[in-house]
């Protein structure tokens, strides 16, 4: 039934309902706007797997023994961290 057609009383009813209905129309086209968006500008661009192994060794730390001692390392700096 159209809105035209209803009973006067019916009238502001129907149009709050099609305001509404529109309203979320809008919002909905809005909410995919945005994440097709946000899905095409915040994408990293790909890495190739083998560029990762240009990030060992970068800077001397001095310590020679960091990979021996791995474990012993991080733990202690784990200790610092949380004894603050």
């Known amino acids: 039934m159209s809105v035209a057609a209803a009973e ?10 099609t305001a509404q209905q529109e309203a979320f129309v809008r919002a909905e086209l ?17 890495v190739a ?3 990762y192994g240009g990030l060992v060794a ?13 474990d012993a390392h991080l733990a202690r700096a784990l200790r610092k961290k949380h004894a603050r």
């Open 58 to 70: 970068l800077g001397a730390s001095g310590r020679h023994d960091i990979g021996d001692d791995h």
């Open 8 to 17: 006067p009383s019916a009238q502001p009813a129907a149009q709050a309902l």
């Open 30 to 46: 809005i909410r995919r706007l945005a994440g097709a968006h946000l899905a095409q500008t915040h994408q990293l661009p790909a």
């Open 49 to 51: 797997r083998d560029a």
